[in-house]
């Protein structure tokens, strides 16, 4: 069974520029959350997506943004990149029923670096 | 009310030896409790998690240790191996949040030979 599959796995961009990363969830699985990982402020929750629609949102400004697809792949977008944005980007699915406790598996990440 | 305070940062131990990290929570709404672990390069990945009506699970040599009263839980890995060696984060998360885990500020611990 194939596990979370990101998409580009390296990225460089320049400040003021956008980028759209894509996430494959395993199969069956309908949830998909974003996650930011930086040395300085950890892993940090972007938002969830669920059935098409957006579930929960951390607090990250409207520059992040997200959506999925019917068939549950995932992407998210940053526009106007500022050099703070250079971060590891997780996505991670899980089944997704309405209690805690589902297994959240994650892929290997996006790096994105903005100079 | 939404942290999760980890320690150490960081953790050195001999192999064969216990690690012990430790994670303290504010939101009382927590009801999952997951330890993760992460390999440079790799993606987090699930190690064992508990829920508040449980004080401890024990998955192999991983240990989730629970105290819902003082609000803190921890993980305990018996006869730590240089494999072991990676960085590993606690998180939490409630009912109808279901993949908005908080994270832990993570701990890198290195086993050595």
């Known amino acids: 069974k194939a596990g979370v599959t990101q998409t580009p796995r390296y990225l460089i961009k320049t400040r003021g520029q956008q980028v759209t990363l894509s996430c494959s969830p395993i199969?069956?699985?309908?949830?998909v959350s974003w996650y930011q990982q930086t040395p300085g402020q950890g892993l940090q929750f972007l938002f969830e997506?669920?059935?098409?629609?957006?579930?929960n949102k951390g607090n990250f400004p409207g520059r992040f943004s997200g959506r999925q697809f019917s068939n549950s792949r995932s992407e998210m977008n940053v526009s106007t990149l500022e050099l703070g944005d250079s971060a590891l980007y997780l996505c991670?699915?899980?089944?997704?029923?309405?209690?805690?406790?589902?297994?959240?598996?994650f892929g290997e990440g996006s790096w994105l670096t903005v100079v | 009310q939404q942290q999760v305070k980890q320690s150490p940062q960081s953790l050195i131990v001999q192999k064969g030896g216990i690690s012990i990290i430790n994670c303290a929570y504010e939101?009382?709404?927590?009801?999952?409790f997951p330890w993760y672990q992460q390999f440079p390069g790799k993606g987090p990945a699930l190690l064992i998690a508990?829920?508040?009506?449980?004080s401890e699970k024990k998955e192999g040599r991983f240990t989730i240790s629970f105290n819902k009263s003082a609000k803190q839980f921890s993980l305990h890995i018996m006869d730590s191996q240089p494999g072991d060696s990676a960085t590993y984060f606690c998180?939490?998360?409630?009912?109808?949040?279901?993949?908005?885990?908080?994270f832990g500020t993570g701990t890198l611990l290195a086993v050595q030979p």
């Open positions: 199969s069956g699985h309908r949830s």
């Open positions: 508990i829920r508040p009506d449980v």
């Open positions: 991670a699915s899980s089944l997704g029923g309405t209690s805690s406790g589902n297994t959240i598996y």
């Open positions: 998180a939490a998360s409630k009912d109808g949040a279901t993949n908005k885990l908080i």
């Open positions: 997506y669920f059935s098409e629609t957006q579930r």
């Open positions: 939101n009382t709404a927590f009801d999952y």
